[in-house]
């Protein structure tokens, strides 16, 4: 089946650094790949959707500024936190749409220190 | 918020026995999807239900759709400990491409 990958699958960073989050769809391609948040034991809340090509459309309430979402190819977006604060540690998983469904990467764990 | 509704949070049975998990949804649909999520691990898509399907299977899972109470339903029959893990259904609107998930429901199989 199609696979989607995310790099780094965990990252701790400091307060105030800005972190990058890949997502990559390995065996087709994707003109759209969609970012979820999900916090421990909750469901998975859509931040944004991500086009090829064009800029990625945010939900109500999702800070465009502080979630920076390029998706440079038909292969990969990346989701960049800002100037990362505590509040922002989180599990962030990306899905890429292919012809018949979407297919979920692993994950990433965000911890901000 | 459109996310839906999943019955119960959590859900602890015996190995061997059937699991149900319950989902509402509020709006119109095209599909309803559910997933499993293991423990910080990403979602691993279980099965589609068109709206025009009322009932679906694939192994020993089976699926229910009743549009008229925006509902379905996941049985999963014969349990083992390696279906321990969260649930999720998911909906997508007609003509549209985004999901929204339901709250899930935590199933633990014990030995």
């Known amino acids: 089946g199609a696979v989607v990958s995310q790099h780094p699958s965990w990252v701790i960073c400091k307060s105030g650094t800005s972190v990058k989050i890949e997502c990559r769809s390995l065996?087709?391609?994707?003109?759209?790949m969609f970012w979820y948040r999900q916090f421990p034991k909750q469901s998975l809340m859509l931040m944004a959707t991500?086009?090829?090509?064009?800029?990625?459309?945010?939900e109500q309430g999702v800070e465009k500024d502080k979630f920076l979402i390029n998706h440079a190819s038909l292969t990969l977006s990346t989701l960049t936190v800002t100037s990362a604060h505590p509040e922002d540690s989180s599990f962030y998983i990306c899905?890429?749409?292919?012809?018949?469904?979407?297919?979920f990467g692993p994950g990433t764990r965000l911890t901000v220190t | 918020s459109q996310q839906g509704e999943e019955d119960p949070q959590a859900l602890s049975i015996q190995e061997g026995e059937n699991a149900t998990m319950n989902c509402s949804y509020k709006?119109?649909?095209?599909?309803l999807l559910w997933y499993r999520q293991n423990s910080g691990r990403g979602l691993v898509h279980l099965i589609l239900?068109?709206?025009?399907?009322r009932e679906k299977h694939s192994g020993r899972l089976r699926v229910t759709l009743d549009t008229s109470k925006k509902s379905s339903s996941l049985l999963i029959t014969a349990s083992r400990a390696a279906d321990t893990a969260s649930y999720f259904c998911?909906?997508?609107?007609?003509?549209?491409?985004?999901?929204?998930f339901g709250t899930g429901t935590q199933l633990k199989v014990e030995l």
């Open positions: 899905s890429a749409r292919g012809y018949y469904e979407q297919y």
């Open positions: 065996d087709f391609q994707a003109t759209t």
């Open positions: 991500s086009n090829e090509g064009s800029k990625a459309t945010y």
């Open positions: 709006t119109s649909i095209n599909n």
């Open positions: 239900i068109r709206s025009k399907e």
């Open positions: 998911a909906t997508a609107p007609p003509g549209g491409n985004k999901l929204t």
